[in-house]
């Protein structure tokens, strides 16, 4: 019980120790995407670490199949990594708080000309019809999801789905989580101001089926919290985004995704072969024991098996150097013995895919970095003149952790869109508040 005694009671001091930065660097009355997300990776790999965190569990019959037994060599340099985490955050944290401390962002000031109306409700129907058009492009891949949502393959042709045979387009793949998924919400929200709540909820969920979806849990369920969050931010139930409470509300919400994922896995993934309860328990020990397990993997491998990645993990700038692509998620699959070839994925969150970069020295830049960006979005929230894309925002980036809890640093910027759906909205508010002067 005490075998890993020292270095978790170092794990736990480095967590509260990021959690009063947390605390301390709270940015304005909202809720913020930096404490959601830490506080979310603390919620996920503190419990385990601390009670057993050389868990292995296999039980074929319930699909609960940790990837491996991690030695005590391994599950000592996991709980290593975690510490230093934790602490990269808690002086990221300090750093940014006080960095953005003396820099005010522009304050928001609303405009509600026509003008500006129009050109916002008259681009975003431009940007839907074309997206529309790839729709129909791609009918045969979007009846291929339509069919996935209402359970009508088995969990094997699911999974040779996702790993073989996913024909959606290029561009939808690329920014399926980021500049399509904003501009589906976007579109939504204008038809929420003009029919009202159920024209919304009907637009939304219709277009992320048929113009955004795919198969894969994720997306459903980072879509599903969005919408809530919207829905809150554009009604007089605002409050409940205020940071009061935040672990009552991040308790809440996450036993809300759980039943979700459990629905998800029982009545579309599994049809017929488990039911709620069981999907209930492997949402539970997917979110819980496999993410701990899967970092353990991580570490297990890289460098000992696989030499570090650098630069090659990103597709993008291996193909600007002409480097040789890594892509890590394929050589964890191949590299374990029971899985090779087999219909499955392997993936974690940033930190695992940066000791996977370079080791100890990555696992702390790429942390430091990641919670800087974290806090600059929490600043820019407020620095938005139009109403319309500022819910945008705010929804993206506060149900953004959903998402980017198994993507690398790289993937959390450009495909998941932490860098790019910022910029690109900054660039648009800017464009529709000059266009009134």
């Not at 708080?97 to 129907?125: D, Q």
């Not at 209930?280 to 020990?285: D, P």
């Not at 499955?344 to 940033?350: D, G, H, P, R, V």
Request: glycine content about 4%; hydrophobic content about 50%.
């Amino acid at each position: 019980m005490f075998t890993y005694f020292p270095l978790n009671l170092l794990a736990l001091i480095a967590a509260l120790i990021c959690i009063f930065t947390v605390h301390k660097s709270q940015t304005g009355e909202f809720l913020n995407t930096t404490k959601i997300y830490i506080y979310i990776l603390l919620s996920l790999f503190l419990p385990i670490l601390l009670i057993k965190p050389d868990i292995y569990i296999f039980d074929p019959t319930t699909n609960y199949r940790s990837l491996f037994l991690p030695s005590a060599e391994t599950i000592n340099k996991t709980i290593i990594v975690f510490s230093l985490m934790c602490i990269s955050f808690a002086l990221s944290n300090i750093f940014s708080f006080n960095f953005f401390k003396n820099r005010e962002m522009k304050k928001i000031t609303e405009h509600r000309s026509s003008n500006e109306k129009k050109i916002l409700v008259s681009y975003c129907v431009f940007v839907y019809i074309f997206l529309l058009v790839l729709t129909i492009i791609n009918i045969d891949y979007r009846i291929t999801v339509l069919r996935y949502v209402f359970g009508n393959f088995d969990y094997d042709t699911v999974n040779a789905l996702r790993r073989f045979q996913n024909n959606d387009l290029a561009i939808v793949n690329s920014l399926r989580y980021s500049l399509i998924f904003i501009h589906i919400l976007l579109f939504s929200l204008i038809i929420k101001r003009k029919f009202g709540f159920f024209a919304f909820f009907t637009t939304y969920f219709f277009s992320i089926i048929l113009i955004s979806g795919n198969i894969s849990k994720l997306y459903y369920i980072f879509a599903v919290a969005a919408f809530i969050v919207a829905s809150l931010y554009d009604s007089k139930k605002i409050n409940f985004l205020y940071d009061q409470k935040i672990f009552l509300k991040i308790i809440t919400a996450s036993i809300l995704m759980i039943f979700l994922l459990g629905m998800i896995v029982s009545y579309v993934e599994h049809p017929g072969s488990i039911g709620f309860i069981d999907g209930v328990r492997l949402g539970f020990y997917r979110i819980f024991v496999s993410s701990w397990n899967d970092m353990a993997y991580f570490i297990e491998l890289f460098p000992s098996s696989i030499e570090f990645t650098y630069f090659r993990q990103s597709s993008l700038i291996s193909n600007i150097f002409s480097l040789d692509f890594m892509p890590v998620g394929v050589l964890l699959v191949d590299s374990h013995s029971d899985l090779y070839g087999k219909n499955t994925t392997i993936a974690s969150f940033f930190v695992a895919y940066a000791w996977a970069f370079g080791g100890f020295i990555f696992v702390f830049l790429f942390t430091f970095m990641f919670g800087f960006l974290l806090k600059y979005l929490d600043k820019i929230h407020n620095s938005f003149n139009n109403k319309m894309i500022k819910i945008a925002f705010y929804s993206f980036i506060i149900t953004s952790p959903i998402s980017n809890l198994q993507a690398s640093f790289f993937s959390s910027l450009l495909h998941y869109g932490l860098l790019i759906v910022p910029i690109y909205l900054l660039l648009l508010d800017n464009f529709l508040t000059n266009k009134n002067y």
